[in-house]
């Protein structure tokens, strides 16, 4: 009796990573003084930039094209947080003719941000909060190539920023709790302006779901951005009636009638099988300026047709001049296109075609004779 073969196993063996291959130093959280720490001359960030290698160049670099200072303000505001320690190695530098420090491969821009506040006292004058900074919490690994698992996950793989209706969500959070605007903003290192705006934005939507519009309904999908550039307009938070907290920028009244219109627009319903008006972000910029005028407005609301509400928000005279010089723009553009083929020859393989190019051709002639009567040209 023949022996039956065994079959093989479709999983693949484990892999045994370097990068959890630590010993019981490397285990430990340490704590060293900035001053003793030095920036990476090795850094990936540095690959495309200009610098000399020198602690001076690097940082010069950091600080001019990898905007620390949201790191600076939340550093010198919170503290450095003990559960994001830096990686560091021991590794001679050619500036100090390769004595061997403790060169940070994991965390350079904070480390910048620390040792810029430390040079500007003027800029962070709270002795205090210095002093808490400077000694910080660091791994100390023995071999570069064993963080490159690590490293490559962190900055390629890993850890993903939040899109803005998340940060919109922790900030309006963060304001039903007591915080401040100006405080969160300290705390997570953003502009006070971006934090206004999203804790404006998901408060409105926190206002639409009372009214019962939803975001799952939106017939193409929902656009953050959508609802937080449209409400940015002057002319748009007048139209809704939109009023916010001066301290909180929550949403103190606002139009209902208006802001289920305006949800409408932006994202349609699939519930009532209704489109938006508003189909790519572009578009946005021309439904403020309708919002600013009452008869594109109404013209808005009677036909649905941005195009054509947005046209009620110029002088007929302005409008006729723009909307023909674009259609001529592109005319020409057509004409170049096609010309140098010759004349349109017509067979079995593009009879439809041809009869279609006569059909509309003869229709633009109609539709400019008729716009040539109406103005009287």
Known sequence: MSKKKSSKSLTPPAISLIAYKRNDDEKQLQERAVGQLYLDPKNPRLAEVSHTGTQASIQKVLEDQ???????????????????????????????????????IEGNRRLAALKSIFSNPSEFPDVAARKRLENIPIVIRTDREETLPFIGFRHITGIVPWESAAK?????RLIKGGHTVDGIAHVIGNKTRDIERWIRTQSIIEKANELGLKQEDAAKGFYFSYLLTT??????????????DPHKGTVKSIDSDRLTRLWGWLYGSKDEDT?????????????????????????????GNLERSFAHTKSREEYLAESLSRIRSELQDIVAAVSAEGKLEQDENNKEHVQTTKKELKQVETVLGNLRTVLGL
């Open 66 to 104: 990898f905007d620390l200072q949201p790191l600076k303000d939340s550093l010198y505001r919170n503290g450095f947080f003990y559960e994001e320690p830096l990686v560091a190695i021991y590794e001679p530098l050619t500036q100090l003719k390769g004595k061997k420090v403790l060169v940070v």
């Open 231 to 244: 409400t940015d307009a002057p002319a748009t938070k007048k139209w809704l009636k939109l009023e916010t």
């Open 168 to 172: 919109a969500q922790y900030a309006l």
């Open 275 to 303: 489109s938006p008006v508003i189909t790519e972000s572009r578009q946005i910029h021309k439904l403020n300026r309708v919002l600013a005028f009452s008869n594109a407005v109404r013209e808005l609301e009677k036909t």
